[in-house]
């Protein structure tokens, strides 16, 4: 049997494979998360590039990468460098709706997996008092689109259509399939 590594310092991606029984380790993999044209080629490549770096060094172990992306059109919005920055991401996406893409790369000896799906988020109206208190948590800094779904996010998001774990950033319903079929 293959041991499982996780290539991602996510907490929510660490709690949703413990949720599911899996046992893994976490080694996260360190690349430049550079724009690669529109957001899926972006999150599909991403993710392949952390498994593959991780792998590279563990090549006995079935290793599992993955990206989430927040994008309103075409446009790519990443996780903030600043209070001011998370401040006008979170204003831009008020009232509206956008998406959210997260891709999974599952690699090991002979296996290159990779499997997405996109969910549409939509915000409430947000003050700016709201946008102030959001981000006196702290809880955008770290997130694409400035935003988590899973904590006090959860409060300026109005409405998911999609799957909530896709939004979190791991897709359970398609990623649960690949990891059962090669660990059993």
Excluded: C
Excluded at 106 to 111: A, C, E, R, T
């Amino acid at each position: 049997m293959r041991s499982l590594i996780l290539a991602s310092g996510s907490p929510r991606r660490r709690e949703i494979l413990s949720m599911l029984g899996f046992s893994f380790e976490v080694i996260p993999a360190d690349i430049e998360e550079d724009v690669f044209g529109d957001p899926i080629t972006t999150a599909r490549t991403l993710a392949k590039r952390k498994a593959l770096r991780v792998w590279q060094r563990h090549k006995g172990s079935l290793v599992v990468g993955a990206d989430t992306l927040v994008f309103l059109g075409s446009s790519i919005i990443g996780k903030p460098n600043s209070e001011e920055e998370a401040f006008k991401t979170l204003r831009l996406l008020s009232g509206r709706w956008h998406k959210v893409v997260t891709a999974v790369a599952v690699v090991s000896k002979g296996i290159r997996i990779t499997v997405h799906d996109i969910a549409r988020v939509k915000f409430k109206e947000l003050s700016d008092r709201e946008i102030e208190e959001y981000i006196s948590t702290g809880e955008p800094m770290d997130k694409a689109g400035a935003y988590g779904v899973q904590g006090y996010g959860s409060t300026i998001v109005e409405r998911i259509e999609g799957n909530f774990y896709t939004v979190m950033g791991f897709p359970i319903h398609k990623v649960f399939p690949v990891l059962k079929e090669f660990i059993g």
